[in-house]
Nanobody
Framework: QVQLVESGGGLVRAGESLRLSCAAT????????MGWYRQAPGKERELVAT???????NYADSVKGRFTISREYTNNTVYLQMDSLKSEDTAVYYC????????????????WGKGTLVTVSS
């Protein structure tokens, strides 16, 4: 069973920084894609950033130049460094993984964490 556990959310002021972490647990050998999505109140969930196992990254236009995604492959962890935060970044941030190899199986489906709340005050 694969589980994703996020941490690092909180309340910050506009212009400040936060770093989110997400650890994937289970008998994991490797993960194809890991990333972050967010959902603001009253809005649909949207992509923030993803990183493939080959190192290719993809960012939402709204966070380019301010957020940086990175991965630690040895411990199946993904990070999101968020700088110059704005009030519109306020949302629940969800970790996501797609394409997980465990010691016994391959899971093509997406896994989601429970989310961590980021609140940016103006």
């Amino acid at each position: 069973q694969v589980q994703l556990v996020e941490s690092g959310g909180g309340l910050v002021r506009a212009g400040e920084s936060l770093r989110l972490s997400c650890a994937a647990t289970g008998s994991i050998v490797k993960i194809n894609m890991m990333g972050w999505y967010r959902q603001a109140p009253g809005k649909e969930r949207e992509l923030v950033a993803t990183e493939s196992r080959g190192g290719s990254t993809n960012y939402a236009d709204s966070v380019k130049g301010r957020f940086t995604i990175s991965r630690e492959y040895t411990n199946n962890t993904v990070y999101l460094q968020m700088d110059s935060l704005k009030s519109e970044d306020t949302a629940v941030y969800y970790c996501n993984s797609v394409g997980v190899w465990t010691t016994t199986d391959f899971y093509a489906m997406a896994y989601w964490g429970k989310g961590t709340l980021v609140t940016v005050s103006s």
